[in-house]
């Protein structure tokens, strides 16, 4: 069974995402920590190079050297699913922690996350096929997006800054192995190139394909791995990524019917803002939110390649857009956002009864024209996030899970 060259299957993935303890270090995943994404993208870096360009009488001595590898902006589009009952966190709970930073939990109603500064990272492994694991290692959640149709799946988007991506790939054992601790075993190329420390590599036999046992890389040097073994291995046989056996919610995605938004007077309570009077139909909506997060180590001369897993959060922006069929309810629109431009604002997407609420008690309101839709005429209402009279960041803005 040595490696063949099939092409691979490329929506056989899979995707985890958990804490790490230390930033910028690992920790390989349990079945818990699976998650179903629709789109995984830009598990990459950028290589940063100098060039090396002297004078002399050649004329092809022009060369470039690696001086770093840029930050990495991993994205992943998930369907956001309910938890068991209100009140108990939903499964993208641990990306929407680390995007907002503060989570208060409302036994057996709701679950509210608030903006909070913090230095909390991720790592996530993005495995395809039996072939190639990609770890982002150092990731943060950099911005939140969410679009809002009748006929879509609800879908949260999510873009994040990762210092480190680490591959680990299918490789052949050189030569034979004999069983023990710390065991020294040689790859088919240079080792670096394929494993990292703590990767799960599989051993399967190089001849029938059957499997041997799973060993955990402690070590990596040039051509060779250390591993404890409880097996011998033979020439030939190979080492393949592998991740847990992933348990998955039994909540499926939904596809909102009805989505609201509502107005009222500047630095409403969202129980006296969310009322029918101050309620409008939507037709379609975008929720846009973006921490704008710096890298202030990143040309910092730390010894690596790479920079470290540390940011820094500027100002954040969170900017809402929503179309509405023009009525007469909503015609006075144009006219109160020249002069009353401060609203409190209100987004409800219900299910069932289940529902997500992002509340906003300021923010600058700005109508204009929206065309048409299907012979009716339309308005855009844009909205951006203002400070308003609330004294810290929890009064300013919350998302809520019922």
Known sequence: MAMNSKTQRARDRQLFILPETTAGTPVYPSATDAFLAAEIADFSQETETAEINEYT????????????????????????????SAGVAPVEDVLLTNFFGKKTVNAGVSVKYT????????CAWHQITDVLQQVACGLVVSEMSVTVGKKDLLAYNFTCQSNQ???????????????????TITLDTTASYLVNVGANMGVYDGTTGAYIETITVDAVSNSTITADTVNDFADGDVLKPILPTGT?????????????IYLGTANE??????VSGNQFLTREMSITMNKNLQTPTEDELNGSLYGGAFYEIDSPTIEISTTLNLRPKTARLFETAKVDQLRSLAVEIPFGSRKV??????????????G??????????????????ATNDDGRFEWLVF
């Open 57 to 84: 009488n050649q004329l092809l001595l022009k060369q470039e050297q690696v001086v770093g590898f840029g930050y990495a902006s991993p994205t992943m589009t998930i369907h956001p699913r309910f938890g068991a």
């Open 165 to 183: 991506i680490q591959h680990n790939a299918q490789c052949e054992v050189v030569g034979a192995v004999t069983a023990g601790n710390a065991v």
């Open 357 to 370: 609420v992002c509340y906003i008690p300021e923010v600058f309101m700005v109508v204009s024209d929206g």
């Open 115 to 122: 903006f909070q500064d913090h230095d909390n990272t991720l």
């Open 269 to 274: 309570t969202r129980s006296n803002l969310m």
């Open 248 to 260: 998955y919610s039994s909540a499926k995605p939904f596809a909102p019917t009805s989505a609201n």
């Open 372 to 389: 048409e839709n299907a012979g009716a005429m339309q308005q855009t209402v844009d909205f951006r996030i203002s400070a308003g009279t």
